[in-house]
């Protein structure tokens, strides 16, 4: 009797936590996607328990590095990932891009996408130290942020273009786990270290969510670990109305413990993840970080940063999920 009741407050348990999960998996665009909340509601059920393997791949070679991951391991990636760019071989073909996320949704592929936005005053395709690392003046970020002025609109005109795209995949019942302006807390790119970052985040969101009724994508705001005192999280954070899920990258093996605790502090609840890293993190990284939702391994970094036996035992290990894993509890429109 008493084992009995043991059972029965464990499954009580359990049921509630999970019932928990869901509860909470609440997107912040209020007219989001079936897909995309069942999307989001994956991420609450595994989280604490299992994490998401990932692999991003240079969008001019679609899917070069996920399948190298198959090469080593055996196995496929749950998540892929691309970039629409600035570069001059793949700005030009972003609709291959497209077609490649439609191949790979189909074949149970959850998809991460991000956008290396050139400057706002610059043309497409651009370099990256021309554009993409190149300086906005005080005064150019502070006409950006103002509606109606010249490069305001010459920002619309970038980011109405990667719209058009992303709306085919809205049109095919895709969700998209999307990562705008990444890294925003390091002063590298030309939108970050801006103390009122969060002033484009939030435009950027009204554009798409109102403007566009993009509605497929959940929004992944995805600081760097931060290195020093500049960098916190919470000094370019614009707020839980408007962020689905909270990621960081971590290069340079560089797993600090704050990187994970700060970040599911300021999360609050939501969904935290390990948006791009370099060397993967390893099984006993894993157990002391167990909040991470996925993660994703940069390009080629699974070659030049990772030995082959790191990333077997990586994929081997129980609490890492792939693509046959995702697809049994059923992804939508696999």
Known sequence: ?????????????????????????VPVNPKASKEAKQLLSLLYKTRGERILSGQHNYPHELSVYSDSVVTITGKRPALWGSDFSYKP??????????????RMH???????????????QD????????????EVTKEEWIDLLTSGTKIHQQWLEKIDTVAYFLKQLQDRQIPVLWRPYHEMNGEWFW?????????????LYDRYVHHHQLNNLLWVWNAN????????????????SYVDVLAADVYHNDYRQSHHDELLELAEGKPIALGECGTAP??????????????????????????????????????????NEVGSLNVPNR
């Open 89 to 102: 071989e793949a700005v030009p073909h972003r609709q291959k891009i497209i077609d490649e996320v439609i």
């Open 225 to 240: 670990a931060p290195t020093d005192s500049t960098m916190a999280y919470a000094d370019y954070f614009p707020g839980s």
């Open 191 to 203: 939108w970050g270290g801006k103390e009122s970052f969060a002033k484009l985040w939030v435009m």
């Open 106 to 120: 189909e074949q149970g592929h959850i998809i991460t996408l991000m956008y290396h936005q050139v400057r706002p």
């Open 123 to 134: 043309s497409e395709p651009n370099g990256w130290k021309e554009s993409i690392q190149n």
């Open 282 to 323: 390893t099984p006993a990284i894993l157990s002391q970080q167990p909040q991470w939702a996925w993660f994703m391994i940069w390009t080629h970094f699974l070659w030049t940063h990772n030995r082959p036996e790191d990333i077997i035992k990586l994929y081997d290990d129980p609490r890492v999920m792939t693509l």
């Open 1 to 25: 009797m008493k084992s009995s009741l043991c059972l029965f407050v464990l499954s009580l348990a359990l049921f509630l936590k999970a019932s928990l999960s869901v509860a909470q998996a």
